[in-house]
């Protein structure tokens, strides 16, 4: 069986924690003070993609209502407060 993009939420809503650091430097304009060890913790996932569709078999009108960006600049808005 395979996984059709609009199945899995982590196509379009997935990104590593390079990429959000990135994406949050852009929107705030300020560095962030972080540290990056090239060690992987015992347990971490590489990758994981969220499978939906059990939850949509279950909820058929249930969607996405969020992009990462708008997560994102929401977590950013929060953190000024």
């Known amino acids: 069986m395979s996984v ?5 939420v982590g196509r379009a809503n997935s990104v590593s924690i390079l990429e959000a650091i990135d994406r949050i430097e852009q929107m ?3 560095k ?3 540290v990056y060890h090239d060690q992987n913790r015992k347990g971490d996932h590489i990758c994981y993609i969220t499978d939906l569709r ?7 009108k ?3 209502t969020r992009s990462l960006d708008s997560t994102l600049e929401e ?4 953190q000024r407060h």
Do not use: C, F, M, S
Not at 4 to 8: F, T, W
Not at 54 to 60: E, N
């Open 4 to 8: 059709h993009e609009h199945d899995v």
């Open 28 to 30: 705030t304009g300020r």
């Open 62 to 64: 249930w969607t996405v």
């Open 32 to 34: 962030l003070n972080w």
């Open 54 to 60: 059990k939850l949509r078999a279950h909820y058929p």
């Open 75 to 78: 977590i950013v808005e929060a």
